[in-house]
């Protein structure tokens, strides 16, 4: 029976918390994050961002656009991308208990169109998943163990934009031997290998799906988009007052495109 009254929408807000982002419910109230308040403007940010390259990609074309939100958390983009007037948006994510979250905000600002699954980025398919003008895949990358599966997966089901945001490494270039001495390639790009062991088995929702990450430099990032199908990538700057992370380039968010 869908809640009807402030004091039920409280309710259930505590009973599924701790929150990771903060939800504006409107005569509801709002959920309150968990995380520190100096790091709470890395989502306004980044959908700022997000907001930009779908702009300039679809304008007020948005109407026709089914969305996916891959690693969709608690919904904050999928919701986001609802309400600004996607034909229909689906959020997939490996975590059920996320996933409740999501379907409860949802739910509770009466968002018809949008739905949510439990999934892997892993598993995407055109065959058992459709496919969607425009993907986003935020916040999930460096958290992979197999990054090129995730973004083979993307390119698969995506038809038009995927937007990615991730953290990055520094930028570490020059070439490799290559079978010989004299045989020899330029890297493109670095990935860095990063242990979560900790955050892993302490069942932190914010980890991957395995405990070692695999994060990209900004040139490993393009690489891997354009061997993964994307024709084109665009970075997208980051607006005035962005999250700290964002305005030093230590986070990208970079547009693929299918098309040149």
């Not at 024709?231 to 007052?241: D, L, Q, Y």
């Amino acid at each position: 029976m869908p809640l009807t009254t402030a004091a039920e929408v409280q309710q259930r807000i505590a009973e599924l918390g701790p929150w990771f982002y903060e939800f504006d419910l409107g005569a509801y109230g709002r959920t309150v994050s968990s995380l520190p308040a100096e790091v709470q403007g890395i989502h306004t940010t980044r959908l700022e961002m997000v907001n930009r390259a779908v702009d300039a990609h679809f304008g007020a074309d948005l109407g026709r656009v089914r969305c996916l939100d891959v690693g969709c958390h608690e919904g904050y983009y999928s919701v986001a991308m609802a309400r600004k007037g996607a034909r229909e948006v689906r959020g997939v994510d490996v975590r059920e208990e996320n996933l409740r979250k999501a379907r409860f905000v949802a739910e509770t600002l009466g968002l018809a169109n949008v739905g949510y699954e439990r999934a892997n980025c892993e598993d995407l398919g055109r065959e058992t998943h459709g496919t969607y003008e425009l993907c986003l895949f935020l916040g999930l990358l460096y958290h992979l163990e197999s990054p090129m599966v995730a973004l083979r997966k993307m390119a698969a089901v995506t038809t038009e934009m995927c937007v990615v945001e991730t953290q990055v490494v520094e930028e570490v270039e020059g070439v490799s031997e290559w079978g010989y001495r004299d045989w020899v390639r330029p890297y493109q790009g670095v990935l860095a290998l990063i242990d979560e062991s900790g955050e892993f088995f302490a069942r932190n929702t914010e980890t991957g799906a395995s405990p070692m990450a695999t994060c990209p430099s900004p040139k490993a990032l393009e690489f891997m988009l354009r061997q993964a199908g994307f024709k084109r990538t665009e970075f997208i700057e980051p607006p005035p007052g962005a999250y700290e992370q964002h305005s030093r380039r230590k986070r990208v968010v970079c547009a693929a495109y299918m098309r040149p």
